[in-house]
């Protein structure tokens, strides 16, 4: 956890796969961020089955944009869903559908690339309550994340499945090339919305501990979690629970299998 003076950022979001992002914040690590480095790709084998197929693209849909030239598209469906004073406050201009699949697939790990952030720095600090050895995160930074959060709880769901099916080719292009040549990004995405609903309860301040230069989780089963997982504790548990709601919602949509 980083200390007092350093910025959290808020994760973007571009339909259900923004929502992944857009409903989670990270924060800039104080050390150096390791490379995302794409996998060793395997021996050619048979692509298997998606075990949660999106609907192919109709007949009459307009071409969709090259990756590297699908930023004004991804740009303008970020403004439909969620306005477009959200769009210019939260989203980066460059490369964001390799940056939202880079995020979503890290969710789940110890750290998040800052450097691959798909959105922009929410202005404060983060506060912590109590003298030095028995401090505990303020429950005064959960207001920070208020405005997001609202915005987030009224976007419908299936409006948002439905960019993120039309988008869909974009994602999974950028997440073959990330390293799997025989994924499927949709997988994926429920893989990191299960592992984030399954975020533990916490009631109640949260202690804290600063061994060196970066605040830590003072109870170890806390430290230990991911990067998403501490990401949804910090922001206090009634923001938490909304953002559980929103992505069993979109859960629901996008493992159906005729969506």
């Not at 969709?64 to 201009?93: M, T």
Request: charged letters at 20%; hydrophobic letters at 45%; proline letters at 9%.
């Amino acid at each position: 956890m980083e200390e007092s003076n350093q910025k959290l950022v808020i994760g973007g979001a571009i339909a259900a796969v923004l929502v992944i992002a857009a409903v989670i914040y990270f924060w800039p690590q104080s050390e150096t961020q390791p490379a995302i480095a794409k996998v060793a790709a395997p021996p050619a084998a048979a692509q298997p089955e998606a075990d949660y197929p999106v609907p192919a693209p109709k007949a009459d849909a307009a071409p969709l944009p090259s990756l590297e030239d699908s930023d004004s598209l991804l740009d303008e469906l970020v403004g439909s869903l969620f306005g477009s004073d959200a769009a210019q406050s939260w989203i980066v201009k460059t490369d964001l559908a390799r940056h939202l699949v880079v995020t979503v697939d890290n969710l789940p790990r110890k750290k998040v690339a800052e450097r691959l952030k798909p959105v922009k720095p929410i202005p404060g600090k983060f506060l912590v309550n109590g003298p030095e050895g028995d401090q505990t995160i303020a429950a005064e930074n959960a207001a920070r994340y208020s405005s997001a959060v609202h915005v987030i709880e009224a976007v419908d769901a299936q409006m948002m499945a439905t960019a993120y099916f039309k988008v869909y080719p974009l994602l999974q292009k950028a997440y073959v090339d990330l390293g799997y040549p025989n994924g499927y990004f949709n997988n994926r995405l429920v893989e990191v919305i299960d592992h984030l609903i399954a975020t533990p309860d916490v009631p109640g301040p949260i202690r804290l501990m600063q061994p060196n230069v970066m605040y830590e989780y003072a109870d170890p089963r806390l430290e230990a979690l991911s990067a998403g997982q501490k990401i949804l504790l910090r922001m206090g548990p009634q923001h938490a629970a909304v953002v559980k709601k929103k992505l069993r919602e979109l859960r629901t949509i996008v493992t159906s299998k005729s969506p």
